[in-house]
């Protein structure tokens, strides 16, 4: 029987990103939902994801997986045909998961806080928090290609989306992100002239209108 895949997702998110880009990289059929989080939530997602209520889900065969990082290695572990996106020896993995769980707890609260907190300090503290965790990344990434060495992998998976966001960050926030971390921007270049990643992550003016509906929103201004 084939697989029965559904992804529900909101379309400027950086975590459903993830998952769009680690189907693509295993070449996986699937069906996408729209959920329009700027109003109700649909019965589904509440019902897959009763406990945070949040996108991205993927529903595999009946069967929801939350958290994007999550569903990311389910997706690895289960689609096994295709090359793998973490590294086999535990030691090389588990370094993987540390540095897709420093992405994951630093990058989207510095992301929100620039762009949609109310008070100057916060957004002012927030962009050098940007900066100092951009830099430390460039700085694990090195000379290699991808942040695993040669090939694409968990940790870039993790990343690449919120290269997304730069435009509208650096647009709103009034403040330059690539000349601070050169090399990587070249990364994060390389991994969009990969057709799983080129047609899995927002548009960055896309986005940027999308802020500019939630600082209007919010009154941020
Ligand atoms: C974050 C998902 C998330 O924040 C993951 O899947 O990796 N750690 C989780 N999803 C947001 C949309 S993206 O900004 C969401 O669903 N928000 C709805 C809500 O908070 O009610």
């Known amino acids: 029987m084939a697989d029965e895949v559904l992804l529900l997702n909101f379309w400027p998110s950086c975590f459903g990103a993830r998952v769009k880009i680690a189907l693509a990289e295993k070449g996986i059929n699937y069906q996408y939902r729209e959920e329009n989080l700027l109003q109700e939530k649909s019965s589904l997602l509440l019902q897959?994801?009763?406990?945070?209520k949040k996108i991205p889900v993927l529903i595999h065969n009946g069967r929801p997986i939350c958290e994007s990082l999550i569903i990311v290695q389910y997706i690895d572990e289960l689609w096994k045909d295709k090359a793998p996106l973490l590294p086999c020896d535990p030691y090389q993995r588990s370094r993987s998961r540390f540095w897709a769980d420093y992405i994951e707890n630093k990058c989207y609260e510095c992301i929100r806080q620039i762009l949609y907190s109310g008070k100057e300090e916060e957004r002012e503290a927030a962009k050098k928090d940007f900066i100092d965790m951009l830099k430390v990344l460039e700085?694990?990434?090195?000379?290699?290609?991808?942040?695993?060495?040669?090939?694409?992998?968990?940790?870039?998976?993790?990343?690449?989306?919120?290269?997304?966001?730069?435009?509208?960050?650096e647009t709103f926030g009034n403040f330059g992100i690539r000349a601070e971390c050169p090399k990587l921007i070249i990364?994060?270049?390389?991994?969009?002239?990969?057709?799983?990643?080129?047609?899995?992550?927002?548009?960055?003016?896309?986005?940027y209108y999308h802020a500019l509906q939630l600082r209007k929103k919010f009154g941020v201004e």
Request: glycine share 8%.
């Open 48 to 52: 897959v994801n009763p406990i945070t």
């Open 187 to 207: 990364w994060a270049k390389r991994c969009l002239q990969m057709e799983s990643v080129a047609k899995s992550v927002p548009d960055p003016h896309k986005l």
């Open 139 to 169: 700085q694990e990434l090195g000379d290699k290609p991808y942040f695993g060495g040669d090939n694409f992998g968990f940790v870039d998976v993790s990343l690449v989306p919120f290269y997304s966001w730069f435009y509208a960050v």
